[in-house]
Nanobody, 116 residues
Framework: QVQVLESGGGLVQPGGSLRLSCAASGNILSINTMAWYRQAPGKQRELVAT????????SYANSMKGRFTISRGSAKNTVFLQVNSLKPEDTAVYYC?????????WGQGTQVTVSS
């Protein structure tokens, strides 16, 4: 079993930056990849970025390339999402997902609101 907890969301002005954190606990050795998704009001949840354990390989959804950076913390069970040049359309609940050997696990999400 894996537990996932996101943090770092909040209210940000357009053009600002934010770093979201995701911490996994439990059977973290079984985690293969960790990913960030987001879900804007009235829209489907969409993939932002993925990080593969071991190789630390990263990948991004095409629409997310450039302003989003996924990285691993010094603790291997922690993943960050750096978001720069925030736009109002980035307003969404950002979720972290851990893909493990026996299934996948979502966090409860962290709200990011971009508004002046």
């Amino acid at each position: 079993q894996v537990q996932v907890l996101e943090s770092g969301g909040g209210l940000v002005q357009p053009g600002g930056s934010l770093r979201l954190s995701c911490a996994a606990s439990g059977n973290i050795l079984s985690i293969n990849t960790m990913a960030w998704y987001r879900q804007a009001p009235g829209k489907q949840r969409e993939l932002v970025a993925t990080l593969t354990s071991g190789s630390n390989t990263t990948s991004y959804a095409n629409s997310m390339k450039g302003r989003f950076t996924i990285s691993r913390g010094s603790a291997k069970n922690t993943v960050f999402l750096q978001v720069n040049s925030l736009k109002p359309e980035d307003t969404a609940v950002y979720y972290c997902k851990a893909n493990a050997a026996k299934g996948f696990y979502w966090g409860q999400g962290t709200q990011v609101t971009v508004s002046s």
